[in-house]
């Protein structure tokens, strides 16, 4: 059996890792560390009385309750951070304490303790392309974020390869494009426009629509995870794409033409 700590596991991606978790590997422990923000919520979890499960509340900024869960873990696996761009703009200073300075505390009790830990972080490290662009990002391309948000989660990035360089630990980064699926909270595109579509209510679009996103189903992101957590190379960073790029309008109008809406709903802003 092994023990594995997760960190940010009731919200979107982490709740998602967690139940697939449990269903292929069904004899492992899980300690899900979260501190129950806005985005959190107990009904993502589809087994939440198993008794190789546990819930911790609490913030992984508290280094004496992460020293505990960390101390008693084999692996560490990070998903714990604001994420929502817009507000990162508004309020950059949560997005520092919670993607950087949190992430600080994982990577020092996983030297002083020996630890395996994964960092989970996004592709908007690297920025952006123009449209007619022919070039792709790999994991050897620099890094450009263009928000508060994406210059935390580059910043942490920086911090874990810091740390396995300097102190050799036992860590892996992966750097996935956008994820869509069960449990996203409705501020992101896809379930909003869902919501707004079924309700009759204005889909925004940011400009044009013609932004190109790369999009991978949660769960396909969680097997390249589970992929790496068990063979990848220690200091390596991965990048997890599902090549399956579509503009945000070409998004927005497959849904409402599945749910035989009209395109009239959509709102340019």
Known sequence: MVKLLVTGGLGFIGS???????????KDYIVNVDKLTYAANFDNINEPNIDNYRFVKADINDRKVMEEVISASDTVINFAAESHVDTS???????????????FNIPELVRKYDKRFHQVSTDEVYGSLSLNALDRFDENSCYNPENPYSSTKASADLLVRSYANTYGIKATITNCSNNFGP???PEKLIPKTILNALSNQRIPIYGSGKQVRDRIYVEDHCRALDLIIHNGRIGETYLVSAENKMSNIDVVNRILGILDKRGNLIEHV
Request: aromatic share 18%.
């Open 183 to 185: 449990n996203q909270h």
């Open 16 to 26: 998602n890792f967690i139940n697939y978790w449990h269903s292929n590997h069904p």
């Open 89 to 103: 703009i508004v309020s950059p200073e949560e997005f520092l304490k919670s993607n950087y300075m949190g992430v």
